[in-house]
């Protein structure tokens, strides 16, 4: 036993030389050899810069990426006197090339490396070959797409090398479809590999397939072109098919935030009666509360920003709310029964606020963040999905579901659906009828105002933002029927997917007039809208 432990110490010892002395031997060669490639760049000649780009990829020294980055990124410098080579950070710091050390006194007059637009081509090639096997998979999933979209033929050998190691399922169909691109491009393949090839790029499904689809010779096999168009075909129709799943999920996305907006008016007009034209300005205040929240967070808790959104959205409700309660209280009440009065007042009280906003903010738009978790878009099947939209459609369902179940199982709501029923009998049952107005419109003001904390998230916030959404929202509670939120969430969403429909075709402006136009014959036809609501408003 003592005797196998000695000969495995000895093995371990002569293991342990050995590379000692490799590192001795081969070190200095390396380093000689890096030095000779970057020397290259220091004579000022396309041909010369050309071979060193060849031979510092090829090297697989740890310096070569950053030097080609520098390179295509003018960041490469010689200084004339010396020789030598030098490259700037992206943090501006200069860096003998050489050693990677960094220079205090960089010398003077040092001159950037010339390179044309074939030398950037071949450098950027070089350094997606370089990244196909770094360690962060977001760099070799970018050396993939970039050796995709290049078609360099020189990328093949690397490429294939990565395909052997990568573990990742992804990341090694990215190479493979990379491969397949380089393959139908390449001359001398034979008729299965392009066939292979072909299919590989089936699955893929986008434009730049269908680019490297058909771009098979027109003297390849019969049987390699027939497979090739047919592919186009079915990556083209697959394409259309997204294009319309992609237009029905921007379409309920704009029809989110337009429910969003519409819901509080719904209530408001639907057991009020009340044209209210300072609507959009309780979206607006909603929106600038968000960024007050948002700017107190990053004074005092920046680390806990992804948690300002949840602090506004009950701020917001509770703001506009008490503002909605004073407008009512203040204004309304002395004008129920007189819809031309009302609608103008409250239009002057929607100005009043713009101004008084214009005044404490300015004019400009004011940043309001995304927090972490509403940033960014993943990939659904094909489908672009933002976290941000995502998350404002799950949003507004669980307030239109909060908000019917309001309707049904409180006191509140017991009352603003008999007031809207039958206000001479609610009152004469002893429902204090001016006190469920002012709730009413204290709770429609509240839902506009969360409505703006969504809708800081997609649009500017500015004294102009609830002006962009004030006439959608009396659209949709037209259209949907006053006062029925079934009615108002079926019309936010038919409008929303028409209009994306509609926008391809005709461009945004004409999509809304004809969207208008046929609102307008719709109405004619059923004055009521799609869900007729019995009430005072339709008594009327």
Not at 316 to 322: D, E, Y
């Amino acid at each position: 036993m003592r005797v196998v432990i000695i000969v495995i110490q000895i093995r371990a010892f002569c293991a342990a030389v050995f590379s000692l002395l490799a590192i001795l031997v081969y070190a200095p060669a390396a380093q000689a050899d890096f030095a000779a490639s970057l020397a290259r760049f220091a004579q000022d000649e396309f041909a010369e810069t050309a071979i060193a780009i060849d031979e510092i990829a090829a090297s697989g020294d740890s310096r070569a990426q950053n030097v080609l980055e520098a390179l295509v990124s003018a960041r490469l410098f010689v200084d004339p006197a010396s020789k030598k080579v030098f490259r700037r950070t992206v943090a501006n710091v200069v860096h003998d090339a050489t050693n990677g050390e960094p220079v205090a006194a960089p010398p003077v007059g040092l001159q950037v490396v010339r390179i044309n637009n074939r030398l950037r081509g071949a450098t950027q090639n070089a350094i997606g070959a370089l990244t196909l096997m770094a360690p962060d998979p977001a760099r070799r999933r970018a050396a993939a797409e970039s050796i995709f979209k290049s078609r360099d033929a020189t990328a093949l050998a690397p490429l294939e090398a990565a395909i052997k190691i990568e573990k990742d399922p992804a990341i090694a169909a990215l190479f493979a479809q990379a491969r397949a691109v380089l393959v139908l491009a390449a001359q001398g393949t034979t008729k299965d590999q392009q066939l292979d090839a072909i299919n590989i790029l089936r699955t893929r499904a986008d434009i730049g397939a269908i680019a490297a689809l058909r771009s098979v010779s027109d003297k390849a096999d019969a049987d390699v072109k027939t497979l090739a168009a047919d592919a186009v075909a079915t990556i083209e129709a697959r394409l259309r098919l997204m294009s319309h799943v992609q237009n029905v999920w921007y379409g309920l996305s704009l029809g989110s935030v337009l429910l969003l907006a519409a819901i509080g008016l719904a209530i408001t007009f639907g057991v009020m009666g009340v044209i209210n034209m300072a609507h959009g300005e309780m979206v607006m205040l909603g929106a600038y509360t968000t960024f007050l929240v948002q700017e107190v967070f990053r004074a005092y808790a920046p680390d806990w920003f992804d948690w300002s959104l949840p602090v506004a959205l009950p701020l917001a409700f509770v703001f506009t709310g008490l503002v909605g309660i004073a407008i009512e209280r203040g204004v309304i009440r002395f004008l129920y029964g007189r819809p031309l009065e009302t609608l103008l007042a409250t239009w002057g009280v929607s100005l009043i606020l713009q101004q008084t906003v214009r005044t404490t903010f300015g004019p400009t738009n004011r940043e309001v963040g995304a927090p972490s978790y509403m940033s960014g878009a993943f990939d659904l099947f094909g489908l672009s999905v933002t976290w941000g939209r995502m998350w404002i459609i799950v949003f507004t369902l669980f307030v239109f579901v909060s908000l019917l179940l309001a309707l049904k199982h409180t006191s509140l709501g017991l009352h603003m659906r008999a007031v809207t029923q039958n206000r001479r009998m609610a009152s004469a049952m002893g429902i204090r009828t001016p006190w469920v107005d002012a709730m009413t419109f204290g709770l429609g003001s509240g839902l506009a105002g969360i409505a703006g904390v969504a809708l800081s998230q997609i649009d500017n916030v500015s004294p102009n933002l609830g002006q962009s959404y004030i006439i959608d929202s009396f659209m949709v509670v037209v259209f949907g029927g006053v006062g029925n939120l079934w009615g108002t969430l079926v019309s936010a969403f038919a409008l929303g997917v028409a209009n994306k429909f509609l926008e391809p075709m005709a461009g945004a402006v004409l999509a809304k007039i004809f969207i208008l136009v046929l609102l307008i014959l719709f109405i004619q036809k059923r004055p009521r809208g799609l869900f007729a609501l019995k009430g005072r408003a339709v008594e009327a």
